[in-house]
């Protein structure tokens, strides 16, 4: 079984402080994919980025980075310089190959950022 | 490309009533799905379909129903609604390898009274 936590519930910063969300994961496969989507107050979900098992080099975009760290099963997000606009529900998600669905992503239960100016 | 679309984005049911909502994709992939959203909980599989004519459940399946007979569409059928299935339902599809992102429609918000 695959099993995604975002322990934050939620978490409130004011503008310009770095932020970081947490997500660890559970998985028995050794290829899997993880990602994180973005769910802006008007409800849509937003692709940000896909990480596969094998390529554990961290990721910059511009102000996102993210670190994943397969020693403790952990794909973590940091928002640095964060702004009001980054205020929504950030999910973290995990697929394996081995699933035969083949698409069926595994979330966590998302985490609430609020930025305040 | 218009992407997933979903329709309708809002609707109000009775207890018992049923209907469809509906999921259309133009990107031809093979790999649809459905979720559904609620507080706390992330986002949980209801159905999903590998291409045209295969379906099967996911994690929430009971009191919806699924069809494909086209690659494009997969509508989502609640037989009798409940008020526990008040939620927000997000259609997806991806393209056939697994390793694809899985891109999302806008989301039906459903009340069930």
């Known amino acids: 079984a695959q099993k995604v936590t975002q322990a934050q519930t939620e978490i409130s910063v004011v503008e310009k402080e770095d932020v970081t969300l947490d997500c660890v994961y559970e998985t028995r496969d050794t290829t899997y994919y993880l990602f994180w989507y973005k769910q802006p107050p008007s409800g849509e979900l937003v692709f940000l980025i896909r990480?596969?098992?094998?390529?554990?080099q961290n990721e910059i975009s511009g102000r996102y980075s993210w670190n994943f760290q397969k020693s403790t099963s952990s794909f973590n997000f940091t928002i640095t310089a964060s702004q009001v606009v980054d205020s929504a529900v950030y999910f973290c998600a995990l697929r394996s190959l081995r699933e035969t669905s083949g698409s069926r992503l595994t979330f966590g239960e998302g985490t609430q950022l609020t930025v305040n100016p | 490309n218009a992407g997933v679309t979903q329709t309708p984005k809002f609707q109000v049911l009775k207890t018992g009533q049923s209907m469809t909502l509906q999921c259309a994709q133009d990107?031809?992939?093979?790999?649809m799905s459905w979720y559904r959203q609620d507080p706390g909980m992330g986002l949980r599989l209801i159905h999903y379909?590998?291409?045209?004519?295969?379906?099967d459940q996911g994690e929430v399946p009971n009191g919806y129903n699924v069809s494909r007979s086209t690659t494009e569409d997969f509508p989502l059928r609640l037989l009798s609604a409940a008020p526990s299935q008040t939620s927000v339902y997000f259609c997806a599809s991806s393209d056939r390898d697994p390793r694809d992102t899985q891109y999302f429609g806008p989301g039906t918000r459903l009340t069930v009274l």
């Open positions: 379909s590998v291409g045209a004519g295969i379906t």
């Open positions: 990107m031809n992939h093979e790999y």
């Open positions: 990480r596969n098992s094998f390529d554990e």
